[in-house]
């Protein structure tokens, strides 16, 4: 089969500050990798799209490496059609159309997932479509699980018009919350309020005192965090008694400065997750979820797929140069 991998620079290259150098978009490339069989409890899908994550550059940079025992062909995400199926597996069968939550491999003609890893689509919404929301829904869902966000806590997603901050601002709207959310343009920031924000932020300005103004100085009860470092400080600064952050991306480093005493007399909950680490029951657990909760908010219009730029899985390094751009606005999918 056909297959995205990285093409690593040669040992000793390094960048013009002497760094060793990082892969760049045009380091993917099209290579013939043997087929994955399905072992016990697996299925094999001929993929029909594959989700691009920001997680995938940091992937292909060599930054985030999969975990163990996972291809090191990139694509947390796919969608398409049941191929075979492997022994003791009774849930779906060749033709079924599947959507894949995964550790790794979307980004390839054929993929192997465990069978409870795999939902079917919305009903209405094609393959190419939905494999641009399990990954954000599952992300948002178990993590608003995790830290119980109710209906009408003030609930703050940082990058609205992201992938997961589209879904998010739809998942609390849906949920009864006041959503507040952060962005970089006054086009996105009209497009977050569009997907039902309350609240649409300037990231370069003082956000910390917009909320704070916008909110009668409450705060947010439930931060839903991707920049990590940069924002520790501040998102503690708007929690609000009793808030919640969660953190789940690195976009702005890893190592932050933690004001006990600010946290402590709010009663703050600081954590962060990963999707990716968790192991194969979790996440079939967290997909199944997903389908029951999610699935019939989009399939009635509650929750509308996020804006989608498709590009050909053949130009998967054109997509991770658009995706880095920053110019994104919602999600970007390889087509095969
Ligand atoms: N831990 C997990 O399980 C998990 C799962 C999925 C994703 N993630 C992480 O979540 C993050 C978002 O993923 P994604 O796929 O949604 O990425 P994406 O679609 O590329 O979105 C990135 C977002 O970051 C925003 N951003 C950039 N600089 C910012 C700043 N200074 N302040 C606030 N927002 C800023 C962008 O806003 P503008 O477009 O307005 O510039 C954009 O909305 C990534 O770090 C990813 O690794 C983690």
Redesign the pocket.
Known sequence: MRAITVRQPEPGQTDELGRPLRPGPEALVVDQQPTPIPGPGEVLVKTVAAGI???DLLQRQGLYPPPPDTTDVIGLEAAGIVEQVGPGVTEWQPSDEVVALLSGGGYAEYFVAPAGQLVAPPEGTDLVTAATLL??AA?VVSNMDLVQLSPGETFLV????????TFAIQYAKALGCRVAT????DD?RAFCRDLGADIALD?HGDWVAGLRHATDDHGADVILD??GAKYLGPNIDVLAADGRLVI?????GVKGELNIGRLLNKRGLVTA????FRDSAQKSAIAARVAESVWPLVENGTITPAPIERFAFEDAAAAHAR?AS?E?TGKLVLTF
């Open positions: 994550n920001r997680a990954e954000v992300t940082h990058g609205g018009a992201g992938g997961i901050g952060t962005a970089g343009t996105k990231y991707i920049m789940i991306g690195m976009q702005g997750t990963s999707l990716r995706l920053g994104v």
